[in-house]
Protein backbone atom coordinates (compact mmCIF):
# COMPACT_ATOMS: atom_id res chain seq x y z
CA UNK A 1 0.00 0.00 0.00
CA UNK A 2 2.87 1.98 0.29
CA UNK A 3 3.71 3.05 -2.94
CA UNK A 4 4.35 6.10 -4.64
CA UNK A 5 2.07 5.55 -7.93
CA UNK A 6 2.09 8.85 -10.00
CA UNK A 7 -2.19 9.00 -10.03
CA UNK A 8 -1.64 9.61 -6.22
CA UNK A 9 1.18 12.00 -6.41
CA UNK A 10 -0.77 14.03 -8.82
CA UNK A 11 -4.14 13.87 -6.93
CA UNK A 12 -2.51 15.17 -3.92
CA UNK A 13 -0.68 18.14 -5.87
CA UNK A 14 -3.86 19.24 -7.06
CA UNK A 15 -5.57 18.71 -3.98
CA UNK A 16 -3.52 20.70 -2.72
CA UNK A 17 -3.30 23.26 -5.47
CA UNK A 18 -6.97 23.66 -5.00
CA UNK A 19 -7.18 24.21 -1.13
CA UNK A 20 -4.52 26.95 -1.02
CA UNK A 21 -6.20 28.66 -4.42
CA UNK A 22 -9.84 29.03 -2.93
CA UNK A 23 -8.77 29.70 0.77
CA UNK A 24 -6.25 33.13 -0.53
CA UNK A 25 -9.10 35.07 -1.41
CA UNK A 26 -10.66 34.64 1.87
CA UNK A 27 -7.35 35.84 3.52
CA UNK A 28 -6.89 38.60 1.22
CA UNK A 29 -8.87 42.10 1.46
CA UNK A 30 -11.56 42.30 -0.55
CA UNK A 31 -9.90 45.70 -3.07
CA UNK A 32 -6.66 43.07 -3.24
CA UNK A 33 -8.98 40.55 -4.48
CA UNK A 34 -10.47 42.36 -7.00
CA UNK A 35 -7.38 43.19 -8.34
CA UNK A 36 -6.12 39.79 -8.84
CA UNK A 37 -6.06 38.20 -12.22
CA UNK A 38 -9.77 36.76 -13.97
CA UNK A 39 -8.12 33.37 -14.04
CA UNK A 40 -7.46 33.46 -9.98
CA UNK A 41 -10.36 32.06 -7.87
CA UNK A 42 -12.47 35.46 -6.84
CA UNK A 43 -14.86 33.57 -4.27
CA UNK A 44 -15.38 34.24 -0.52
CA UNK A 45 -16.64 32.15 1.93
CA UNK A 46 -19.97 33.62 3.09
CA UNK A 47 -19.76 34.31 6.64
CA UNK A 48 -23.62 33.68 8.85
CA UNK A 49 -25.01 36.41 10.86
CA UNK A 50 -23.00 35.53 13.87
CA UNK A 51 -20.04 36.75 12.36
CA UNK A 52 -20.46 39.76 9.75
CA UNK A 53 -23.47 40.65 11.32
CA UNK A 54 -26.81 41.58 9.64
CA UNK A 55 -30.66 41.56 10.35
CA UNK A 56 -33.15 39.25 12.64
CA UNK A 57 -37.03 39.46 12.03
CA UNK A 58 -39.45 37.67 14.16
CA UNK A 59 -42.36 37.65 12.16
CA UNK A 60 -45.96 35.98 12.72
CA UNK A 61 -48.70 35.56 10.15
CA UNK A 62 -51.98 37.09 10.99
CA UNK A 63 -54.14 33.98 10.75
CA UNK A 64 -57.16 36.10 11.91
CA UNK A 65 -56.70 38.54 8.49
CA UNK A 66 -56.83 35.32 7.07
CA UNK A 67 -60.12 33.87 8.21
CA UNK A 68 -61.79 37.68 7.70
CA UNK A 69 -60.27 37.32 4.06
CA UNK A 70 -62.12 33.63 3.47
CA UNK A 71 -64.93 34.79 4.66
CA UNK A 72 -64.94 37.75 2.44
CA UNK A 73 -64.52 36.15 -0.51
CA UNK A 74 -67.05 33.64 0.38
CA UNK A 75 -69.36 36.39 0.83
CA UNK A 76 -68.85 36.94 -2.93
CA UNK A 77 -68.91 33.62 -3.88
CA UNK A 78 -72.61 32.94 -2.33
CA UNK A 79 -73.60 36.57 -4.23
CA UNK A 80 -72.47 35.21 -7.37
CA UNK A 81 -73.86 31.66 -7.19
CA UNK A 82 -77.61 33.27 -6.13
CA UNK A 83 -77.38 35.98 -8.68
CA UNK A 84 -76.55 33.13 -11.25
CA UNK A 85 -79.59 31.18 -10.26
CA UNK A 86 -81.63 34.28 -9.96
CA UNK A 87 -82.73 33.61 -6.53
CA UNK A 88 -83.77 36.63 -4.83
CA UNK A 89 -81.94 37.54 -1.40
CA UNK A 90 -81.32 39.96 1.44
CA UNK A 91 -78.75 40.60 4.22
CA UNK A 92 -76.00 38.59 2.70
CA UNK A 93 -73.15 39.10 5.68
CA UNK A 94 -70.79 37.73 8.08
CA UNK A 95 -71.18 37.35 11.73
CA UNK A 96 -69.46 35.08 14.37
CA UNK A 97 -67.73 33.32 12.15
CA UNK A 98 -69.96 31.79 9.47
CA UNK A 99 -71.82 33.84 6.07
CA UNK A 100 -75.51 33.85 6.42
CA UNK A 101 -78.36 35.19 4.41
CA UNK A 102 -82.07 35.34 3.79
CA UNK A 103 -83.87 33.52 0.99
CA UNK A 104 -86.68 36.30 -0.07
CA UNK A 105 -89.22 33.74 -1.65
CA UNK A 106 -89.86 30.63 0.46
CA UNK A 107 -90.25 28.33 -2.38
CA UNK A 108 -86.45 28.69 -3.72
CA UNK A 109 -85.11 27.44 -0.39
CA UNK A 110 -84.19 24.11 -1.45
CA UNK A 111 -83.22 25.43 -4.70
CA UNK A 112 -80.73 28.05 -2.99
CA UNK A 113 -79.80 25.27 -0.44
CA UNK A 114 -78.96 22.66 -3.19
CA UNK A 115 -76.29 25.70 -5.14
CA UNK A 116 -74.51 27.07 -1.79
CA UNK A 117 -73.96 23.54 -0.65
CA UNK A 118 -71.81 22.82 -4.23
CA UNK A 119 -69.28 25.65 -2.75
CA UNK A 120 -68.55 23.00 0.05
CA UNK A 121 -65.11 21.40 -1.03
CA UNK A 122 -63.93 17.89 0.27
CA UNK A 123 -61.87 18.19 2.94
CA UNK A 124 -60.09 14.98 5.13
CA UNK A 125 -60.49 15.11 8.38
CA UNK A 126 -63.09 17.13 8.84
CA UNK A 127 -65.90 15.83 10.27
CA UNK A 128 -68.67 16.06 7.66
CA UNK A 129 -65.71 15.53 5.16
CA UNK A 130 -66.35 18.85 3.67
CA UNK A 131 -65.00 22.43 4.58
CA UNK A 132 -67.91 24.27 5.18
CA UNK A 133 -70.71 23.33 7.04
CA UNK A 134 -73.96 24.38 5.10
CA UNK A 135 -76.91 24.70 6.94
CA UNK A 136 -80.67 26.14 7.00
CA UNK A 137 -81.78 28.42 9.65
CA UNK A 138 -85.21 29.42 10.61
CA UNK A 139 -87.05 32.70 8.14
CA UNK A 140 -85.68 31.35 4.87
CA UNK A 141 -81.82 31.90 5.99
CA UNK A 142 -78.93 29.30 5.23
CA UNK A 143 -75.58 29.75 6.80
CA UNK A 144 -72.29 28.79 5.70
CA UNK A 145 -69.47 28.30 8.34
CA UNK A 146 -65.92 26.86 7.48
CA UNK A 147 -65.01 23.97 9.78
CA UNK A 148 -61.79 24.47 11.76
CA UNK A 149 -59.97 21.84 10.03
CA UNK A 150 -60.03 24.13 6.89
CA UNK A 151 -58.72 27.33 8.54
CA UNK A 152 -56.11 25.21 10.54
CA UNK A 153 -54.95 23.40 7.22
CA UNK A 154 -55.29 26.69 5.88
CA UNK A 155 -53.26 28.66 8.12
CA UNK A 156 -50.41 26.01 7.84
CA UNK A 157 -50.49 26.45 4.39
CA UNK A 158 -49.92 30.01 4.50
CA UNK A 159 -47.14 29.90 7.07
CA UNK A 160 -45.27 27.68 4.60
CA UNK A 161 -45.87 29.88 1.94
CA UNK A 162 -45.02 32.89 3.53
CA UNK A 163 -41.68 31.06 4.19
CA UNK A 164 -40.98 30.88 0.46
CA UNK A 165 -41.88 33.89 -0.84
CA UNK A 166 -39.95 36.07 2.09
CA UNK A 167 -37.29 33.23 0.57
CA UNK A 168 -37.84 34.60 -2.46
CA UNK A 169 -38.34 38.47 -2.11
CA UNK A 170 -34.72 37.90 -0.02
CA UNK A 171 -32.83 36.24 -2.72
CA UNK A 172 -33.91 38.72 -5.35
CA UNK A 173 -32.66 41.42 -2.87
CA UNK A 174 -29.40 39.78 -3.04
CA UNK A 175 -28.99 38.51 0.32
CA UNK A 176 -26.46 34.73 -0.03
CA UNK A 177 -27.90 32.44 2.59
CA UNK A 178 -30.64 33.77 4.66
CA UNK A 179 -31.77 31.97 7.25
CA UNK A 180 -35.61 31.14 6.91
CA UNK A 181 -37.20 28.61 9.47
CA UNK A 182 -40.53 28.33 11.13
CA UNK A 183 -40.85 28.91 14.88
CA UNK A 184 -43.90 27.38 16.88
CA UNK A 185 -47.36 27.46 15.04
CA UNK A 186 -47.47 30.89 12.82
CA UNK A 187 -44.18 32.76 13.15
CA UNK A 188 -41.28 32.79 11.04
CA UNK A 189 -37.57 33.48 11.83
CA UNK A 190 -35.61 35.36 9.36
CA UNK A 191 -31.85 36.20 9.71
CA UNK A 192 -30.45 37.94 6.87
CA UNK A 193 -26.21 37.62 6.90
CA UNK A 194 -24.80 41.07 5.76
CA UNK A 195 -27.92 43.23 5.11
CA UNK A 196 -27.42 46.63 6.23
CA UNK A 197 -30.58 48.46 6.19
CA UNK A 198 -33.13 46.28 8.60
CA UNK A 199 -35.87 48.77 7.24
CA UNK A 200 -35.30 47.73 3.87
CA UNK A 201 -35.19 44.53 4.89
CA UNK A 202 -38.69 44.70 6.83
CA UNK A 203 -40.40 46.85 3.82
CA UNK A 204 -39.60 44.19 1.31
CA UNK A 205 -40.35 41.13 3.72
CA UNK A 206 -43.53 42.48 5.40
CA UNK A 207 -45.71 44.19 2.48
CA UNK A 208 -48.05 41.51 1.05
CA UNK A 209 -47.97 42.79 -2.57
CA UNK A 210 -51.32 41.09 -3.40
CA UNK A 211 -51.93 42.98 -6.52
CA UNK A 212 -55.32 43.00 -8.29
CA UNK A 213 -57.04 43.95 -11.10
CA UNK A 214 -61.05 45.60 -11.00
CA UNK A 215 -63.35 47.46 -12.55
CA UNK A 216 -64.30 51.21 -11.54
CA UNK A 217 -67.89 51.36 -10.27
CA UNK A 218 -68.96 54.91 -11.91
CA UNK A 219 -73.05 54.09 -11.35
CA UNK A 220 -72.95 56.14 -8.07
CA UNK A 221 -70.90 59.20 -7.64
CA UNK A 222 -67.90 59.26 -5.59
CA UNK A 223 -69.60 62.14 -2.97
CA UNK A 224 -72.01 59.50 -2.36
CA UNK A 225 -69.94 56.60 -1.65
CA UNK A 226 -68.01 58.44 0.37
CA UNK A 227 -70.82 59.73 2.39
CA UNK A 228 -71.63 55.78 3.15
CA UNK A 229 -73.78 54.80 0.48
CA UNK A 230 -71.70 52.10 -1.06
CA UNK A 231 -73.36 49.48 -3.13
CA UNK A 232 -73.01 45.99 -1.47
CA UNK A 233 -70.80 44.47 -4.63
CA UNK A 234 -68.41 47.70 -4.61
CA UNK A 235 -65.91 49.47 -2.00
CA UNK A 236 -64.63 52.38 -1.68
CA UNK A 237 -60.56 52.42 -0.92
CA UNK A 238 -57.53 55.21 -1.06
CA UNK A 239 -55.72 56.24 -3.91
CA UNK A 240 -53.04 57.81 -2.44
CA UNK A 241 -50.60 58.54 -5.56
CA UNK A 242 -53.73 61.10 -6.57
CA UNK A 243 -54.20 63.74 -4.38
CA UNK A 244 -57.05 64.74 -6.98
CA UNK A 245 -58.83 61.72 -6.33
CA UNK A 246 -57.99 60.55 -2.85
CA UNK A 247 -60.82 57.67 -2.99
CA UNK A 248 -62.29 55.55 -5.87
CA UNK A 249 -64.92 53.19 -5.98
CA UNK A 250 -64.24 49.73 -7.12
CA UNK A 251 -66.52 46.39 -7.91
CA UNK A 252 -65.45 43.78 -5.36
CA UNK A 253 -65.05 41.38 -8.91
CA UNK A 254 -61.51 40.42 -9.31
CA UNK A 255 -60.58 40.26 -13.04
CA UNK A 256 -57.09 39.14 -12.84
CA UNK A 257 -55.31 38.47 -10.17
CA UNK A 258 -51.50 39.39 -9.37
CA UNK A 259 -50.88 35.25 -8.48
CA UNK A 260 -51.08 34.97 -13.02
CA UNK A 261 -48.25 37.26 -13.20
CA UNK A 262 -45.22 35.66 -14.28
CA UNK A 263 -42.58 38.99 -14.56
CA UNK A 264 -42.40 42.25 -13.45
CA UNK A 265 -39.51 44.13 -14.40
CA UNK A 266 -39.20 48.17 -13.59
CA UNK A 267 -38.82 50.30 -16.58
CA UNK A 268 -39.23 53.77 -17.86
CA UNK A 269 -43.06 55.38 -19.50
CA UNK A 270 -43.32 57.56 -22.81
CA UNK A 271 -42.38 60.48 -20.54
CA UNK A 272 -39.93 59.40 -19.03
CA UNK A 273 -41.39 58.57 -15.84
CA UNK A 274 -40.53 55.29 -13.80
CA UNK A 275 -43.13 52.67 -14.24
CA UNK A 276 -43.48 48.85 -13.55
CA UNK A 277 -44.03 46.31 -16.80
CA UNK A 278 -45.66 43.39 -16.26
CA UNK A 279 -46.65 39.91 -18.28
CA UNK A 280 -49.43 37.67 -17.73
CA UNK A 281 -49.11 33.79 -18.25
CA UNK A 282 -51.83 32.07 -20.73
CA UNK A 283 -54.65 32.37 -19.21
CA UNK A 284 -54.16 35.55 -16.99
CA UNK A 285 -53.24 36.96 -20.33
CA UNK A 286 -56.60 35.67 -22.08
CA UNK A 287 -58.43 37.15 -18.88
CA UNK A 288 -57.05 40.44 -19.06
CA UNK A 289 -57.48 40.73 -23.00
CA UNK A 290 -61.03 39.72 -22.37
CA UNK A 291 -61.66 42.08 -19.76
CA UNK A 292 -60.04 44.99 -21.76
CA UNK A 293 -61.86 44.32 -24.88
CA UNK A 294 -65.18 44.19 -22.95
CA UNK A 295 -64.95 47.36 -21.36
CA UNK A 296 -63.35 49.89 -23.31
CA UNK A 297 -63.77 53.80 -22.63
CA UNK A 298 -64.37 52.91 -19.05
CA UNK A 299 -61.88 52.61 -16.11
CA UNK A 300 -59.91 49.93 -14.02
CA UNK A 301 -58.04 50.09 -10.99
CA UNK A 302 -54.82 48.35 -10.37
CA UNK A 303 -54.89 47.58 -6.65
CA UNK A 304 -51.99 46.94 -4.52
CA UNK A 305 -52.32 45.78 -0.62
CA UNK A 306 -56.68 47.58 -1.03
CA UNK A 307 -55.20 50.35 -2.37
CA UNK A 308 -55.47 52.48 -5.72
CA UNK A 309 -52.16 52.71 -7.50
CA UNK A 310 -53.80 53.88 -10.67
CA UNK A 311 -57.31 53.88 -12.02
CA UNK A 312 -56.65 54.94 -15.95
CA UNK A 313 -59.25 54.42 -18.83
CA UNK A 314 -59.10 51.55 -21.09
CA UNK A 315 -58.64 52.74 -24.54
CA UNK A 316 -58.49 49.59 -26.44
CA UNK A 317 -58.47 46.07 -25.92
CA UNK A 318 -54.49 44.79 -24.70
CA UNK A 319 -54.65 41.21 -25.76
CA UNK A 320 -50.16 41.18 -25.44
CA UNK A 321 -50.60 39.58 -22.20
CA UNK A 322 -48.90 42.65 -20.79
CA UNK A 323 -48.65 45.58 -20.02
CA UNK A 324 -47.34 49.14 -17.50
CA UNK A 325 -48.25 50.24 -14.07
CA UNK A 326 -47.87 54.21 -13.17
CA UNK A 327 -48.48 55.74 -10.32
CA UNK A 328 -45.80 58.15 -9.36
CA UNK A 329 -43.25 55.86 -8.91
CA UNK A 330 -39.34 56.44 -8.40
CA UNK A 331 -36.47 54.23 -9.62
CA UNK A 332 -36.57 52.90 -6.39
CA UNK A 333 -39.88 52.65 -5.73
CA UNK A 334 -40.41 50.90 -8.97
CA UNK A 335 -37.88 48.53 -8.62
CA UNK A 336 -38.89 47.29 -4.98
CA UNK A 337 -42.41 46.35 -6.52
CA UNK A 338 -40.85 44.73 -9.12
CA UNK A 339 -39.19 42.30 -6.83
CA UNK A 340 -42.60 41.95 -4.69
CA UNK A 341 -45.26 41.04 -7.88
CA UNK A 342 -41.68 38.57 -8.89
CA UNK A 343 -41.72 36.71 -5.72
CA UNK A 344 -45.33 36.43 -5.23
CA UNK A 345 -48.12 37.82 -2.81
CA UNK A 346 -47.86 36.78 0.65
CA UNK A 347 -51.23 34.48 1.54
CA UNK A 348 -51.61 36.71 4.71
CA UNK A 349 -50.06 39.94 6.23
CA UNK A 350 -47.10 39.44 8.84
CA UNK A 351 -46.56 41.20 11.80
CA UNK A 352 -43.23 41.88 13.23
CA UNK A 353 -42.51 40.44 16.53
CA UNK A 354 -39.20 41.64 17.12
CA UNK A 355 -36.55 42.86 15.37
CA UNK A 356 -32.52 43.33 16.18
CA UNK A 357 -29.78 44.09 14.20
CA UNK A 358 -26.45 42.45 14.76
CA UNK A 359 -23.74 44.99 14.27
CA UNK A 360 -20.50 44.23 12.03
CA UNK A 361 -18.18 44.84 15.29
CA UNK A 362 -19.95 42.19 17.14
CA UNK A 363 -18.90 39.99 14.23
CA UNK A 364 -15.31 40.68 13.99
CA UNK A 365 -15.16 39.94 17.55
CA UNK A 366 -16.75 36.20 16.73
CA UNK A 367 -14.31 36.04 13.92
CA UNK A 368 -11.59 36.86 15.84
CA UNK A 369 -12.63 34.65 18.59
CA UNK A 370 -13.29 31.86 16.44
CA UNK A 371 -9.81 32.31 14.91
CA UNK A 372 -7.99 32.22 18.63
CA UNK A 373 -9.70 29.65 19.06
CA UNK A 374 -8.87 27.25 15.90
CA UNK A 375 -5.19 28.70 16.10
CA UNK A 376 -5.05 27.47 19.68
CA UNK A 377 -6.83 24.43 18.90
CA UNK A 378 -4.21 23.49 16.03
CA UNK A 379 -1.16 24.21 17.76
CA UNK A 380 -2.06 22.22 20.52
CA UNK A 381 -3.02 19.35 18.06
CA UNK A 382 0.24 19.85 16.10
CA UNK A 383 2.43 19.92 19.37
CA UNK A 384 0.90 16.62 20.48
CA UNK A 385 1.37 14.95 17.40
CA UNK A 386 4.78 15.66 16.82
CA UNK A 387 5.82 15.08 20.57
CA UNK A 388 3.97 11.51 20.47
CA UNK A 389 5.07 10.36 16.70
CA UNK A 390 7.87 12.41 16.18
CA UNK A 391 8.66 12.67 12.18
CA UNK A 392 5.77 10.57 11.33
CA UNK A 393 3.83 13.06 13.37
CA UNK A 394 5.43 16.21 11.19
CA UNK A 395 3.92 14.28 8.51
CA UNK A 396 0.46 14.21 10.02
CA UNK A 397 0.81 17.93 11.11
CA UNK A 398 1.74 18.42 6.81
CA UNK A 399 -1.92 16.85 6.20
CA UNK A 400 -3.87 18.87 8.84
CA UNK A 401 -2.67 21.58 6.97
CA UNK A 402 -3.47 21.14 3.58
CA UNK A 403 -6.74 19.61 5.38
CA UNK A 404 -8.02 22.96 6.37
CA UNK A 405 -7.31 24.46 3.16
CA UNK A 406 -9.44 22.14 1.70
CA UNK A 407 -12.24 22.46 4.00
CA UNK A 408 -12.06 25.83 3.14
CA UNK A 409 -11.27 25.95 -0.09
CA UNK A 410 -14.42 23.30 -0.53
CA UNK A 411 -16.37 25.65 1.54
CA UNK A 412 -15.67 28.66 -0.27
CA UNK A 413 -16.44 26.82 -3.86
CA UNK A 414 -20.12 25.71 -3.07
CA UNK A 415 -20.85 28.80 -1.15
CA UNK A 416 -21.82 27.46 2.12
CA UNK A 417 -22.24 29.98 4.87
CA UNK A 418 -19.74 29.80 7.75
CA UNK A 419 -20.90 30.44 11.07
CA UNK A 420 -19.38 30.51 14.80
CA UNK A 421 -20.44 26.88 15.13
CA UNK A 422 -18.98 26.71 11.77
CA UNK A 423 -15.45 27.19 13.34
CA UNK A 424 -16.63 24.76 16.09
CA UNK A 425 -16.91 21.85 13.45
CA UNK A 426 -13.74 23.38 11.45
CA UNK A 427 -12.18 22.79 15.35
CA UNK A 428 -13.27 19.19 15.63
CA UNK A 429 -12.09 18.17 12.05
CA UNK A 430 -8.96 18.79 13.07
CA UNK A 431 -9.27 16.05 16.10
CA UNK A 432 -11.04 13.65 13.64
CA UNK A 433 -8.26 13.66 11.19
CA UNK A 434 -5.59 13.57 14.14
CA UNK A 435 -7.80 11.02 15.00
CA UNK A 436 -7.27 8.92 11.98
CA UNK A 437 -2.94 9.29 12.09
CA UNK A 438 -2.88 8.13 15.71
CA UNK A 439 -5.21 4.67 14.58
CA UNK A 440 -2.52 4.15 11.72
CA UNK A 441 0.40 4.98 14.03
CA UNK A 442 0.09 2.86 17.15
CA UNK A 443 -1.45 -0.08 14.61
CA UNK A 444 2.33 0.49 12.55
CA UNK A 445 4.25 0.11 16.34
CA UNK A 446 2.22 -2.92 17.49
CA UNK A 447 3.38 -4.91 13.96
CA UNK A 448 7.01 -3.39 14.43
CA UNK A 449 6.78 -5.15 18.13
CA UNK A 450 5.75 -8.15 16.45
CA UNK A 451 9.11 -8.34 14.39
CA UNK A 452 7.77 -6.68 11.16
CA UNK A 453 10.14 -4.44 9.25
CA UNK A 454 9.90 -0.99 8.67
CA UNK A 455 8.13 -0.69 5.32
CA UNK A 456 5.78 -3.90 5.92
CA UNK A 457 4.74 -2.30 9.62
CA UNK A 458 4.09 1.09 8.14
CA UNK A 459 2.00 -0.58 5.15
CA UNK A 460 0.15 -3.01 7.50
CA UNK A 461 -0.85 0.00 9.70
CA UNK A 462 -2.76 1.80 6.92
CA UNK A 463 -4.15 -1.69 5.70
CA UNK A 464 -5.46 -2.76 9.10
CA UNK A 465 -6.55 0.58 10.62
CA UNK A 466 -8.97 1.38 7.58
CA UNK A 467 -11.80 -0.43 8.96
CA UNK A 468 -11.53 0.93 12.46
CA UNK A 469 -11.00 4.64 10.45
CA UNK A 470 -14.11 4.12 8.09
CA UNK A 471 -15.85 2.86 10.68
CA UNK A 472 -15.46 6.13 13.02
CA UNK A 473 -15.89 8.63 10.07
CA UNK A 474 -19.31 6.57 8.50
CA UNK A 475 -20.69 7.37 12.22
CA UNK A 476 -19.79 10.97 11.89
CA UNK A 477 -20.98 11.45 8.50
CA UNK A 478 -24.25 9.97 9.83
CA UNK A 479 -24.78 12.30 12.89
CA UNK A 480 -23.62 15.53 10.86
CA UNK A 481 -26.37 14.34 8.09
CA UNK A 482 -29.15 14.07 11.05
CA UNK A 483 -28.00 17.33 12.38
CA UNK A 484 -28.23 19.04 8.96
CA UNK A 485 -31.11 17.59 7.98
CA UNK A 486 -33.19 17.96 10.97
CA UNK A 487 -31.66 21.07 12.46
CA UNK A 488 -31.69 24.82 11.60
CA UNK A 489 -29.58 27.52 11.16
CA UNK A 490 -26.52 27.30 13.03
CA UNK A 491 -27.16 23.39 13.71
CA UNK A 492 -27.03 22.62 10.11
CA UNK A 493 -23.93 25.42 9.26
CA UNK A 494 -22.37 23.11 11.84
CA UNK A 495 -23.04 19.65 9.89
CA UNK A 496 -22.44 20.66 6.91
CA UNK A 497 -18.86 21.70 8.14
CA UNK A 498 -18.52 18.68 9.75
CA UNK A 499 -19.62 16.18 7.00
CA UNK A 500 -16.95 18.50 4.93
CA UNK A 501 -14.34 18.13 7.17
CA UNK A 502 -14.81 14.33 7.43
CA UNK A 503 -14.54 13.56 4.07
CA UNK A 504 -11.39 16.10 3.70
CA UNK A 505 -10.12 14.46 6.63
CA UNK A 506 -9.98 10.80 5.40
CA UNK A 507 -8.35 12.05 2.06
CA UNK A 508 -5.31 13.70 4.12
CA UNK A 509 -5.29 11.50 6.68
CA UNK A 510 -5.07 7.99 4.39
CA UNK A 511 -3.19 9.32 0.92
CA UNK A 512 -1.67 12.42 1.80
CA UNK A 513 0.36 11.00 4.78
CA UNK A 514 0.70 7.95 2.73
CA UNK A 515 2.58 9.48 -0.24
CA UNK A 516 4.98 11.52 2.54
CA UNK A 517 5.44 8.65 4.15
CA UNK A 518 6.38 6.55 0.96
CA UNK A 519 8.37 9.47 -0.04
CA UNK A 520 10.22 9.50 3.20
CA UNK A 521 11.07 5.61 2.80
CA UNK A 522 12.04 5.59 -1.04
CA UNK A 523 14.62 8.62 0.08
CA UNK A 524 15.89 6.65 3.57
CA UNK A 525 15.64 3.47 2.42
CA UNK A 526 15.26 3.45 6.21
CA UNK A 527 15.23 0.40 8.29
CA UNK A 528 13.49 1.18 11.23
CA UNK A 529 9.71 3.46 11.91
CA UNK A 530 11.07 7.21 13.29
CA UNK A 531 7.83 6.63 15.60
Same mark, same amino acid.
Given at each position: ???????????????????????????????????? &?????????????????????????????????????????????????????????????????????????????????????????????????????????????????????????????????????????????????????? @??????????????????????????????????????????????????????????? &????????????????????????????????????????? @????????????????????????????????????????????????????????????????????? @??????????????????????????????????????????????????????????????????????????????????????? @?????????????????????????????????????????????????????????????????????????????????????????
Amino acid at each position: MIQLKRWKIVLVVLATIFGIAFTIPNLLPAATVARL &PAWVPHQRLNLGLDLQGGSYLLLEVDTEALKKERLNNLIEDVRRELQTARIPFTGLGQASGSVSTRITDAGQVETAYAALAKLAQPLAGAPTGRDLNVLRGPDQTITLTPVAEAQNSEAAKAVEQSIEIIRRRIDQMGTREPTIIRQGVD @RIVVQAPGESDPERLRNVIGQTAKLTFQMVDDTVPLEQAIAGRVPPASMLLDQPSNPNE &PKVLVYKRILVSGEQLVDARPAFGQSGESVVSFRFNGPGGR @RFGEATTQNIGKRFAIILDGKVISAPVIQGAITGGSGQITGNFTAESANELSVLLRAGALPAPLKVEEQ @RTVTAELGADSVKAGAISLGLGAVAIFIFIILAYGLFGVFAAIALVVNVFLLVGVMTLTQATLTLPGIAGLILTLAVAVDANVLIYE @RMRDEAREGAGALTAADQGFRRAMVSIFDANVTTLISAFIMFQFGSGPVKGFAWTLAIGVLTSLFTALLITQVLIGWWFRVTRAKSLPI
